[in-house]
């Protein structure tokens, strides 16, 4: 069982960054695959970035790429969501989740980020 523990969220002006911490514990292992998702009012939830914990090529959601960097740091068990120039249509809610394999088993309480114009 992994248990996800997500924070750094909070309400900022257009332009503005924010770092959210997400910290695991619990069995992980390199192989797995860790997310950050957001979910708006009335919207489905969509993955903003993934990466292997062992190290791989991150992947971003189109509406992100180039403003938000996710990264891992093993030793502390955290994943990462740096956000620059965030904008208003990024306020949402924002989940880590880790899978294993298929489907993400574990995901966190969330955090909101709101971003003001």
């Known amino acids: 069982q992994v248990e996800l523990v997500e924070s750094g969220g909070g309400l900022v002006q257009d332009g503005d960054s924010l770092t959210l911490s997400c910290v695991a514990s619990?069995?992980?292992?390199?192989?797995?695959?860790a997310g950050w998702f957001r979910q708006a009012p009335g919207n489905e939830r969509d993955v903003v970035a993934t990466?292997?914990?062992?190290?791989?090529?991150?992947y971003y959601a189109d509406s992100v790429k180039g403003r938000f960097t996710i990264s891992s740091d093993a030793a502390k068990n955290t994943v990462y969501l740096q956000m620059n120039s965030l904008k208003p249509e990024d306020t949402a809610v924002y989940y880590c989740?880790?899978?294993?394999?298929?489907?993400?088993?574990?995901w966190g309480q969330g955090t909101q980020v709101t971003v003001s114009s």
């Open positions: 990466i292997r914990l062992s190290g791989s090529v991150p």
């Open positions: 619990g069995s992980i292992f390199s192989h797995y695959v």
């Open positions: 989740a880790m899978r294993r394999t298929g489907s993400w088993d574990f």
